[in-house]
């Protein structure tokens, strides 16, 4: 049976393969041209034949500029430490925030949120770097075509688990759902199926009960 459409995406279909990284003995200034010449915010830090050890990012460098006017003294917080640090190993932040290539966009997205970071080493499974994913990459499934969308909602959301009484539009990426549905109970989990689906925006009901509902 294939009425179940196309696989959803993961983070390695829409992840950056070619990801710049730098060693734990990158300058400071090296590390501020890098982010400069590739347009990126954090770089991750490898050792060895490529496993990430951590990532330096823009907060990392700041505190050198927060502390130009000050000295950090002996007794020295995180920031004042980083503040005093001249290599990569000094300024990372240690373990990596990373995710899995086979990873979902929500998962991804999820752990972005919750760690507040705006890039992710992709891993494998021995933590070898094999791409970098962004905010804008995980927004790239909003670009989808409305009528897409609709497609793939009607195959697999309606068609798929037997709603062939509704009907599906889909306008700016936000589906409406319309028909007759004579259990009501039911409406939660229809507009959390459709919600699943990559590119939609939101989820509206225009659903009225069946003829022959008692």
């Given at each position: ?57 823009e907060a990392d460098l700041l505190p050198k500029e927060a502390f130009r006017d000050t000295d950090p003294g ?100 936000v589906a409406t759902l319309s028909g007759a549905l004579s259990d009501r109970s039911l409406v939660p989990l ?25």
């Amino acid at each position: 049976m294939d009425s179940a459409g196309p696989a959803p995406l993961v983070v390695s279909d829409v992840m950056t393969h070619t990801a710049v990284a730098i060693g734990r003995d990158a300058p400071y200034k090296e590390i501020v041209a890098l982010m400069d010449e590739w347009k990126v915010s954090a770089l991750p830090v490898l050792e060895g034949e490529g496993r990430v050890v951590g990532v330096v990012s823009e907060a990392d460098l700041l505190p050198k500029e927060a502390f130009r006017d000050t000295d950090p003294g002996p007794e020295r917080d995180e920031e004042a430490t980083k503040a005093v640090a001249v290599r990569a190993g000094d300024l990372m932040s240690s373990p990596a925030v990373t995710v899995h290539a086979g990873a979902s966009l929500a998962e991804a997205a999820r752990i972005m949120a919750r760690r507040r970071v705006k890039r992710l080493p992709v891993v494998n499974g021995i933590g070898m770097l094999e791409g970098v994913v962004s905010r804008s990459d995980l927004l790239k499934v909003f670009l989808r075509e409305d009528g897409e969308i609709a497609a793939e909602i009607r195959r697999s959301v309606l068609d798929g688990t037997g709603f062939t009484g509704l009907d599906v539009t889909v306008a700016e990426g936000v589906a409406t759902l319309s028909g007759a549905l004579s259990d009501r109970s039911l409406v939660p989990l229809l507009a959390r199926a459709a919600r699943a689906v990559e590119g939609v925006v939101d989820v509206r009901m225009e659903l009225g009960a069946h003829d022959g509902a008692s």
